[in-house]
């Protein structure tokens, strides 16, 4: 994936964050055109059908929902809207210090510091009112997390729509998906109301026909994950946080066929006896345990250069995806539905008790025949800190790998230095791990 | 019994110890949805935990990471190093951190062969009838396990037993509150009053507030500088109002969930809906901002409470790292301040290492509206 150009505003002006990013996706775009990278086209393609998307989806006759956590966006796009995932917009902009700074300073203002800088970013944002398109609904949950709970809040009554609230139970259990199946059942006529559509026999044909198209993906995904147990692991760590994508575009074809050309690349380098990763060999299979360091993914790429450390799985992006079954039975689709979206990265593992982040990890370590243990812990995440030694007490005493805990913010690239989180990562390869350094 | 007791700012576990010299078991909560009368109803001593007074989390620090609320943090090491000695703990997931007092401590208690009745209450985060439905059934699991731990069954009469004492206190409680309105309590006091309620049993903290409201009602009216309301993260320390009220403020009204928010209107039962009833009241009370749904309601409570109490400033302080309390101020100052009441934002620590600096703050704060 080519790097994204760096900051391209004026700071006195009011910022028009959409326009921006798709300008700053369609710049990459046009680099690569002329630079003649087929190969890795597709990596830009998803993300120009994905902002631009959301840019054009009023000129396009459609509402535009913005969302915040786990919800059922294929039925959105069953009553013909496009779904905003507001997650995007910290996860687009934390290379971008300066983009990234302006949002988070705004949202300190008013909240704590230690909010989650995801939230931070994407609330600030909305505080200066630069989305720069109009948002046609809200629908949230109330999870992930506390930094959610301040964020939803306050941009529901900064949007001034229509808004829906998801109330995720804490425990993941059969009470609890029939829980989130009946808020299901009266998202429909939220849906109706908002774009004055009937959830009627064709609706349903339309929903059943997105959810096949949204079962394709999760199965190439989940295909994706079985090739990333293969040792050596073919595909980059950076792979994993581009897939991140199909929790909006679930049911697109777009998200399919992206998904689909990686999983045709990755066998077919596979076959050759070949990797994309950006090691000379793998010595080791790393886990990141908690989120993906988007303000700075490049580290992955320097671990699997310097060290032949590939990240085959973290904690954040695995994806214990759920296929539907009997697509006509509504009753079943709510409930599939409901527990699709409690088993959804981070949900899955951070909102519930600890159990379920140790079962997550446990799984991963257990398939992807990890070696190498990285808590890098993302500080706005705190709730998953205050996990951190239940889990990593498991991993010593199951697996016998010591983790090495690692301070980061996956978002404000302010936190820390390159140098620093280097100094870090390979103070531990070299001198627990063992590891020799083959960029020295 | 002297109501002197009410006073006693260390937690107090005399009462917790003879509560189980009688075989009886004593659980511990934390956060406002655990229903304290489904305990009592199965003959259980509920024990709200609390931190008062920790001077040093480190070893729950280790477990928790020095990103977490300290509050909570001090909590998991007053039960790490035995300041409670308790038969479990029940706990509904308030916050995050509160959520991660239960996982840690019911991990390492395992891990040290302690034997715990340990369960979280799942308390939904908007209202309506689907969520009410569905923490009814929380509840009604929640009493179902208490009633086979401690031997007797949560029937609907123990319920309304147990609701006319708890009713009891709210009302005690409100005779208390509104002598903080005629300034005969200070908030100092008021908090180590309503604090008090976590070390005792139902029928002695009756006793020990008829003992205090008799007396006081006699008082004679504090003098102050200006009238304050202290609203935030969970505040366990009565010497952080203190603080405050040696600069001449007096804090009379909070919105704190170890004060006012602990304990609320009574509870209306339905008879045909015993635990029903407790679902909706715990539910639709507005005790903090950890709901999604509640915040302008929050607000207004605020507001009319200042009003109520003719209250010039409000304080606000927030735990480092508590997200729950910390996004009021954007849509609650601009609403204070059309009723011309300024408001001053404090962050703080469990442990109250910046006494200085929060005299400093107040002073200023207590100057600024005696001009
Ligand atoms: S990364 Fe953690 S703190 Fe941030 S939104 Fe996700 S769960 Fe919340
Ligand atoms: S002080 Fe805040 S973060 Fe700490 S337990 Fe209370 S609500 Fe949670």
Known sequence: MAKAPTQNFDPTKPVNMIELTCDQVDSIYQHMLTKGMPEIMWTVDIQKFTWEEIRDA????????AFGGPVPVTIMRAFDCVPFFLDTIPTRIASMEDLCGRYIDETEKYAP??????DKAQLGCALKGEFGIK?????????????ARIAYPMMERLFDCPCFTFDCPFRHDDKGYAYVADQIEAFIPFMEELTGLKWDADRYAKFVEISEESNKAYSILMQLADLRKKDPCVLPGRMLVLNEIIAPLAGTPEVTAMLQTQLEMGNMLADMGMTATKCPEQRYRVCLMQNMLWSNTGIMDWMEKCYGAITVMDGFGYQDGVL???MNNWEKMKLQLAKSMLLVPMIHGATGPTEYWLKVIDKMYDEYKVNVSIFMGHVGCKHTWASGKIVTDMIQEKYGIPTLYVDVDAIDPRYKSNDELRAQIGEYMESV???????K | MSYEKLFENNISSESVKAWKASGKKAIGYVCCHVPTEILIAADIMPVRLRATNCVDSSDAEAWMSSFSCSFARSILQYLMNGTYELDGLVQSDGCMMATRILDNWEHISKKNGKEQFVYQVGAPRITNDTTIAYYKSELQDLADKLGAFSGTKVTDDALKAAIAKTNEIRDLIDQVYDLRREAKVSGTEALNITLAHCDYTVDEYIALLKEFLADAKNRKPIEARARLMIIGSALDNPEYIKVIEEKGGLVVADALCFGAKAFGDKIAVDDADVMGSIAKYYLTRNTCPRSLDNRPAIHKEIVDACKKFDVQGVIYEKMQNCECWGGEAYYLEPDLKAEGIPMLQLEREEHMANAGQLAI????FIEMLDK
């Not at chain 1, 009023?58 to 929902?65: F, P, R, T």
């Not at chain 1, 510091?113 to 995801?118: D, G, Q």
């Not at chain 1, 791990?433 to 960029?439: D, M, Y």
């Open chain 2, 361 to 364: 703050r107040a002073e200023a």
């Open chain 1, 433 to 439: 791990v063992g590891a020799e350094n083959f960029c």
């Open chain 1, 58 to 65: 009023q000129k396009n006759g459609k509402k535009l929902i």
């Open chain 1, 324 to 326: 539907f079954e009997d």
């Open chain 1, 113 to 118: 510091t230690s909010m989650c800088a995801i």
């Open chain 1, 135 to 147: 948002i046609d609904a809200f629908v949230h949950a109330t999870v992930p997390c506390d930094s």
